[in-house]
């Protein structure tokens, strides 16, 4: 679709913007649960107040040069801000790489870029609040829901990120409908595996967030994505929960206390660059 030069030029500005992005989106996770204001005051040292220098804000750089230390009074700064920035940025640029392989116009490449870095990035915000405070701002389940159902109104829906081969006349011809009928499926489907597990275990298996985020999932990807990612978010949530509980020797009830939307994302990051190959492979499974 573009050369060489252009392509790497695309790259380069895809990790940098994931790692600018990402930056600020550490500075949202932090202040939005607290409500506080993401844009004043500026960033500042949590423990001495000094303002941190447009110089020593920048994405990942900083945080090696500054070695992980506040410039003024050497508090330890958490590696978890490096983390998130390079993950971010990395993010960026997998999308920019899925999505430039596939033969589309310029322009709607560039709409799809677009949303896709947006969901990308509601879904990185989103995991480090439920990894905080254990809840999923609207802005991030409600918003990709919208987000979603918008999308596909006007374009058909994610066809760069397909899924069976059954959905593409369904996608093509209904647009809208797919978008709506994954919002159902992800939505529905995991508001009865709550359901469910409250009855069984007699408390919240899990938050309505955790629901909505999975309609958010549904109304930009489609039906097959839904279910995809809540077989492969429970399968990665389980691992790492027995993980935990056999390391920790804690009791199985520490269990709930583990928060379920980052694993949705990541079997929605999973979805997103190797499912249809995944699925691709399970029907061929399926038919001899
Ligand atoms: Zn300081």
């Known amino acids: 679709m573009i050369d060489g030069g252009y392509y790497l030029i695309g790259c380069v500005f895809s990790?940098?913007?994931?790692?600018?992005?990402?930056?600020?989106?550490?500075?949202v996770a932090w202040r939005v649960p607290r409500g506080e204001s993401v844009v004043s005051p500026p960033s500042h040292c949590p423990k001495c107040s000094s303002p941190i220098k447009w110089y020593?804000?920048?994405?990942?750089?900083?945080?090696?040069?500054?070695?992980?230390?506040?410039?003024n009074c050497k508090e330890r700064i958490s590696p978890r801000y490096l983390t998130v920035e390079i993950v971010g940025a990395l993010?960026?640029?997998?999308?920019?790489?899925r999505l430039i392989s596939s033969e589309m116009p310029l322009a709607t490449f560039v709409i799809y870029l677009i949303v896709m870095w947006i969901w990308v990035s509601l879904m990185i915000v989103g995991s480090l609040i439920d990894f905080d405070h254990k809840l999923l701002p609207d802005f991030v389940t409600v918003g990709g829901m919208v987000l979603g159902v918008v999308f596909s109104a006007i374009f058909t829906v994610m066809n760069f990120f397909p899924g069976a081969p059954n959905e593409e006349l369904f996608r093509k011809f209904f647009p809208s409908l797919f978008s709506i009928s994954g919002l159902c499926v992800g939505f529905g489907l995991l508001?009865?595996?709550?359901?469910?597990?409250?009855?069984?275990?007699?408390?919240?298996?899990?938050?309505?967030?955790d629901v909505f985020l999975m309609g958010a999932?549904?109304?930009?990807?489609?039906?097959?994505?839904?279910?995809f990612t809540i077989v492969a978010s429970s399968l990665f949530g389980s691992i790492v929960g027995v993980a935990l509980?056999?390391?920790?020797?804690?009791?199985?009830g520490r269990y709930f206390e583990i928060?379920?939307?980052?694993?949705?994302?990541?079997?929605?990051l999973v979805w997103m660059f190797a499912g249809n190959e995944i699925v691709q492979m399970y029907l061929k499974l399926l038919t001899p």
């Open 91 to 97: 993010l960026f640029l997998a999308v920019f790489i």
């Open 191 to 209: 508001g009865l595996v709550r359901l469910l597990g409250s009855m069984a275990f007699k408390r919240e298996a899990m938050g309505m967030g």
């Open 15 to 27: 990790f940098m913007l994931g790692s600018v992005i990402s930056s600020f989106l550490n500075v």
């Open 217 to 227: 999932v549904g109304a930009i990807f489609g039906p097959v994505a839904a279910i």
């Open 259 to 268: 928060p379920y939307g980052p694993f949705i994302c990541l079997g929605c």
């Open 245 to 252: 509980v056999a390391l920790s020797k804690t009791k199985f």
């Open 56 to 71: 020593q804000n920048i994405p990942i750089i900083s945080y090696l040069a500054l070695r992980g230390k506040c410039a």
